[in-house]
């Protein structure tokens, strides 16, 4: 499990370690488990061209320090401040190493060919433009020590500037290394309000930053090392702010059929999906719990996706709905553990009165798709009786209808979003999307976040396997229900990673990649498999 912790939780933990520790000591630790990454990143460190972008606070102190003893090392270094001044301490030690700082490179404000008047100040200010864009596109490696934890906002100019000539040495092959976090991210929510910098690699320190895990932050953050500095006993009595579940994790919340184990023992889970018109969203959604490991799957249904799932499916057993009744199809279908509904189920009333009869159930329900836009004309459906657990699936255009929100918002804070949709309907949320985040109506639990993928899931019926999936393990009694939702979202990120190898799926394809992808996690092998 990796956890996150909020930038106030670090601040306090960092107060409470400094007051135990000599000055300067935190410094210290973390430039030099920074020195540490950049000497592996490297190789031979000797003659290499490291370019550092400074700011005036701590994270400009922190690369300045382990510059210095890359310096040392005999890489030529030069620093590039983004501010009108360098942090003191590490400036000295950089050009007691023999660093060097770029003459004129305190750059006013002015971005290269920018505003700067004529005249010898003018001058001054293209030449350093000059200058640092020369260096910045010989880097060998660029450090990015801009801005810490406790900005916010997209980069102002000069950072702005140098943010984008990183991001060109970085496309000519420079390695860049954000120090705790991308400048331009913010820490807490992983939102990208304008220019930030892109980083191959992200050393941060102490705890993980709930930005670095989050899109559109964790996009920009690369890979992330977390070096250890000495806050985790300060911060064990701090609310986690986020978690992102790993292999280990998942494994252990994977049921594990017994001696004794039947078909029902293993979980039934109840598929409401596809109708008339749409059959393949119930073969995918039916399919995926098959996969997943429910002991039997019970389809209600239209009879048209009723027959095409007969044909791919022939363990499900099926209910057809009676359009005249169309709720009675409900209690006909029999004892199940969860229910699963929405994919390709329609709009109607027909549909609405399906859903009304699942929600009306005591068991588990998943919410995914159609069931969504019946709901955001219904949410009066959500008074479930005796506090039943309900679980909704929304991409971001589904959670702005649910909520009202903007659709650019939400993707920029999706985590604020999740908690708040979670807490005005008393479901838990997975919001769908370039990252995966799952939040319940506790303020106080942290937001799971989901560390698996691939932008190849983004094609027609990826969701409709999440729900089968997401179902199964609902069925099967994977508890609490957020724990269920962040284990289905994993094993499907990694179904779509093992399915396309780099190349474009359909959502069909995923369904031979669950068995696979639930090997891998559980200590098997997917070699050769799927």
Known sequence: MRTAHAVADVRAAERDLMALVPDGELMRRAAAGLAAVCVRLLGRVYGARVVVLAGTGDNGGDALFAAASLAGRGARV???????????????????????????????????????????????????????????????????????IGGHGGLREP???????????????????????????????????????????????????????????????????????????????????????QSE??????????????????GVLGVLAGSERYTGAAVLSVGAAVRGGAGMVRLVSAARAADVVRQHWPEAVITQVDPADPAAAVAEAGRVQAWAAGPGLGTGPAATALLGAVLATPLPVLLDADALTVLAGHR???????????????????????????????????????????????????????TTVVATPDPAAPVLVNPTGTAWLATAGSGDVLTGLTGALLAQGVRPVASAAAAAAYLHGLAGRLAASGAPIGASDLLAAIGPAIRVVTGGSAAGLG
Do not use: M, Q
């Not at 994790?249 to 029902?264: H, M």
């Open 159 to 245: 950072a702005a500037a140098l943010a984008g000539l990183a991001a060109r040495a970085r496309a000519g092959g420079a390695v860049v290394v954000a120090v705790d976090l991308p400048s331009g991210v913010d820490a807490d929510t992983g939102e990208v309000a304008g220019a930030s910098v892109a980083a191959d690699l992200t050393v941060t320190f102490g705890t993980i930053k709930p930005g670095l895990l989050i899109d559109p932050g964790a996009g920009r953050s690369g890979t992330v090392e977390l070096v250890d500095i000495g806050l985790r006993p300060h911060l064990a009595d701090r609310a986690v702010a986020a978690r992102a579940l």
């Open 380 to 434: 009066d459906l959500l008074a479930r009786p005796d506090g039943a657990p309900t679980v909704i699936t929304p991409h971001a255009g589904e959670l702005s209808r649910l909520i009202g929100a903007d659709i650019a918002d939400i993707e920029a804070r999706r985590a604020e979003f999740a908690r708040r949709a979670a807490a005005d309907l008393g479901v838990t949320v997975l919001l769908k999307g370039s």
């Open 249 to 266: 994790d998942v494994a252990g919340l994977l049921p594990a059929p017994g001696a004794e184990s039947n078909k029902y023992r293993r």
């Open 78 to 148: 030069t620093v590039i401040a983004a501010g009108p001044r360098l942090h003191e301490a590490g400036a000295r030690a950089l050009t007691a190493a023999g660093g060097t700082v770029l003459s004129g490179t305190v750059l006013s404000g002015t971005a290269p060919g920018g505003t700067a008047p004529g005249g010898a100040a003018g001058d001054v200010r293209d030449e350093a433009w000059a200058d640092a864009t020369a260096v910045i596109g010989s880097a060998d490696l660029i450090l990015d020590g801009i801005l810490g």
